[in-house]
């Protein structure tokens, strides 16, 4: 008898070891009763009751990346393209996962498609080509909220490739190859601009610049006329008062204006018009001009050449 307690025990504690079950972080272990669920274990030590409960799924808890294949999809303007997307998403709930919906990775797979298909039927191609994050935001959006029911949390979703028709990718070629060289040839229509008026700029500094030298030689030589002009006048007034000062008389002055006006003449004059006073002062000091020989312009008279000796052959014959 005792034998047999022994070994009964023996097999209870078999039993239990056999049925103790650790589950890992991050990890939910979905269990049945007589194939209802029962209860979710978590992460930890945990011991099933033999034969009456059992593990119907195990899941995990981490996130998951799901690459659709490409798809192809029409746009509002009835462009076919292929488009793949990216979906990252984990698991919140494994009582849903488990009961929600059968095979929820390919449910989730074909809501994709069928979510992509809509949103982008509604755009253009153009619009399509260049709204990747308003796409990926609204179908986040409308995943997110429909894989509620199945315990799933949809956190992002990516397009990863979008591929045109081949004659649309050529035209596009052509179309940014056109733009390149019409911002090439603006680039260098602004730069020739630039260039005119840069020596435009430059050809008006200089004439300001020449102007502003003309003005101020004019200016110098003025001046210069000016003070050259003063100190003649100076001269003649210096020379005026040395005169008075030496008590020269009238007589004297008035010489000095005959000078002056054969001085003016300068042996050229063909005809020199003198004033009533000048022609009395001549009157008054001829004798003086004379005696001087001041005012006295009559060149001398040339010599005589001298006679040909005369040639006493030639003139016999």
Known sequence: ???????????????????????????????????KYKVTWDAGIHVKIPIIENISKKITLKEQVMDSPPQPVITKDNVTMQIDTVVYFRIFDARLYTYGVVNPINALENLTATTLRNIVGEMELDGTLTSRDTINSKMTAILDEATDQWGIKVTRVELKNIIPPAEIQNAMEKQMKAERDRRETLLQAEGHKAAAITRAEGDKQAMILAAEGERDARIARAEGEAKAIYLSKKAEADGLAALKEAGVDAAVLELKKYEALVNMSNGTASKIIIP????????NNAIFAETTGLGDNTKPAKKKLPEPKKDECCDKE
Request: aromatic letters at 6%; zero cysteines.
């Open 276 to 283: 009533t006073d000048a022609v009395n002062a001549v009157t």
């Open 1 to 35: 008898m005792e034998m047999i307690w022994i070994a009964l025990g023996i097999i209870v504690v078999i039993t239990i070891f056999s049925n103790i079950r650790i589950v890992p972080q991050a990890t939910q272990y979905v269990i049945e009763s007589l194939g």
